[in-house]
């Protein structure tokens, strides 16, 4: 089975720009996470998708915005880009829609805001 | 609010000894942790996990310990082995009644051969 999927591995955007970044997760998983990991701040939670639906929300500006589409692929978008915003960003899938089970995560996108 | 942390932020351990790695959290609701080991350049693997209906648990050379009395979780290596260099986090989740992940700060196992 696949594990979790993100693209693309690496990206260099300049300040002000916008990205999209992509997560495929596991076959099956209906619950998708994403997490931003800066050496300053650690693994921090930027919002969780379930379904389509947004069910949990990190302290992030605006400028931070995901969705999820019907075959569960999410994507996260981040609009009006700081160079603060460089750092590695996870997504993470888990299969049920309750809390309490495993949470599998991909390699993550490393992105450099310049 | 809700935090997961850790003791020492690196741990230098022979080749071949336990290495043993702790983790303090503070929020008495939380009921479900996992352990992840993140190599550079990657993304956190899970290790192991735990519920608070359990004290110990066992994997393949690791083993969790959980004291809800004080709050504290322990990851445990045996033998290890350099291929076990790696970040280890201490995570809970769901405690906000979703999957969300909360991570302590991390703790770096270096491995001397």
């Known amino acids: 089975k696949a594990g979790v999927t993100q693209t693309p591995r690496y990206l260099i955007k300049t300040r002000g720009q916008q990205v999209t970044l992509s997560c495929s997760p596991i076959?099956?998983?209906?619950?998708v996470s994403w997490y931003q990991q800066t050496p300053g701040q650690g693994l921090q939670f930027l919002f969780e998708?379930?379904?389509?639906?947004?069910?949990n929300k990190g302290n992030f500006p605006g400028r931070f915005s995901g969705r999820q589409f019907s075959n569960s692929r999410s994507e996260m978008n981040v609009s009006t880009l700081e160079l603060g915003d460089s750092a590695l960003y996870l997504c993470?899938?888990?299969?049920?829609?309750?809390?309490?089970?495993?949470?599998?995560f991909g390699q993550g996108t490393r992105l450099t805001v310049v | 609010g809700e935090s997961v942390g850790l003791h020492l932020p690196t741990l230098s351990v022979q080749e071949g000894d336990n290495s043993i790695i702790n983790c303090a959290y503070s929020?008495?609701?939380?009921?479900?942790f996992i352990w992840y080991k993140q190599e550079s350049g990657k993304g956190p693997q899970f290790i192991i996990d735990?519920?608070?209906?359990?004290d110990k648990r066992q994997g393949q050379r690791v083993t969790v310990l959980l004291n809800k009395t004080v709050k504290h979780l322990s990851l445990q290596i045996a033998a290890t082995q350099p291929g076990d260099s790696a970040v280890y986090f201490c995570?809970?989740?769901?405690?906000?009644?979703?999957?969300?992940?909360?991570f302590g700060t991390g703790t770096k196992l270096q491995v001397i051969p």
């Open positions: 993470a899938s888990s299969l049920a829609a309750k809390t309490n089970t495993e949470a599998f």
């Open positions: 076959s099956g998983h209906r619950s």
């Open positions: 998708y379930f379904s389509e639906t947004q069910r």
């Open positions: 929020n008495s609701a939380s009921d479900y």
């Open positions: 735990i519920r608070s209906n359990m």
């Open positions: 995570a809970e989740n769901g405690s906000g009644g979703y999957q969300k992940v909360t």
